[in-house]
């Protein structure tokens, strides 16, 4: 996830005009398309649009569309036999969904809901299967993206098994920051702040814990939260990474 801006005053959504091709470079997965590439994928391509917290497929439905997010953001969830939510990842603009089901032709294995009004660009299964096998550069972005998520989930698998939730939450940040941070001259690195419950869902802890951990954080200047951004004291990112690599 991160802040990249796909819609703008020009190109903001509208029904009655055709998605023009030039408009599906600016998704990450499609940037080295050549014109020819993007317009095929232009033809095949719809838009949909869900408020917040409205669910976009549920785990162990059947799947038939591949999703790439245009504006907003979502929540990749399960829910535990107890009910508990766990987030698995948070997706913004550019980042894409729905892959897996339509590559191994099993039921979703996640359930995601828009946490923002949200913007979706779809692909049906039998047009996505068809651009992947006829792109290889397209299906190797798809492949790395894969890797990174495997890596990622590989981490938080360690983390969990190995750390404790003051260690979990400061890979988190870690995370975060890897993947969206702007680092600032005051020596802090601006990170768009989830809420304490998100936190918690992700790290496998109560609201309450990471609220009091924060809390500490803020105390000893290594935090800074300020409306919907975190700053995150880069010295001590620095010295988490070393720690913990
Ligand atoms: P699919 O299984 O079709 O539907 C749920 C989607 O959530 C899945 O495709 C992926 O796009 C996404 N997803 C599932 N697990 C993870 C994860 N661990 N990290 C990031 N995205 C995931």
């Known amino acids: 996830m991160d802040n990249r801006q796909l819609t703008t005053d020009n190109n903001r959504y509208n029904p009655l005009r055709p998605m023009l091709p030039a408009f599906f470079r600016k998704f990450p997965l499609f940037a080295d398309l050549d014109d020819r590439e993007l317009a095929t994928?232009?033809?095949?391509?719809k838009t949909r649009r869900y408020g917040k917290d409205?669910?976009?497929f549920y785990a162990d439905e059947s799947?038939?569309?591949f999703c790439l997010i245009?504006?907003?953001q979502v929540k990749v969830t399960m829910i535990s036999p107890e009910g508990k939510e766990i987030i698995l990842k948070i997706l913004g603009p550019g980042d894409f969904f729905g892959e897996m089901a339509l590559l191994d032709d099993e039921p979703r294995s996640a359930t995601v809901v828009a946490t923002e009004p949200l913007e979706i660009v779809t692909i049906w299964r039998h047009d996505f299967l068809q651009i992947l096998q006829e792109n290889f550069t397209l299906t190797r972005k798809l492949l790395a993206e894969l890797s990174r998520r495997l890596r990622s989930a590989s981490s938080r698998i360690e983390s969990l098994a190995t750390m404790?939730?003051?260690g979990r939450l400061a890979r988190f940040f870690l995370d975060l920051a890897r993947d969206q941070g702007k680092p600032l001259d005051s020596g802090y690195v601006a990170v768009t702040r989830p809420t304490h419950q998100a936190m918690a869902n992700m790290i496998g802890t109560s609201r309450e814990t990471v609220s009091r951990l924060i809390h500490d954080l803020m105390r000893q200047n290594l935090l800074i939260s300020e409306g919907k951004t975190i700053y995150l004291k880069?010295?001590?990112l620095d010295?988490?990474?070393e720690e913990a690599t």
Do not use: L, N, S, W
């Open 234 to 236: 880069k010295t001590a």
């Open 70 to 72: 245009r504006e907003g």
């Open 63 to 65: 799947g038939d569309i």
């Open 41 to 45: 994928i232009a033809a095949v391509a």
């Open 239 to 241: 010295q988490f990474r």
């Open 164 to 166: 404790d939730v003051y």
């Open 54 to 56: 409205d669910v976009i």
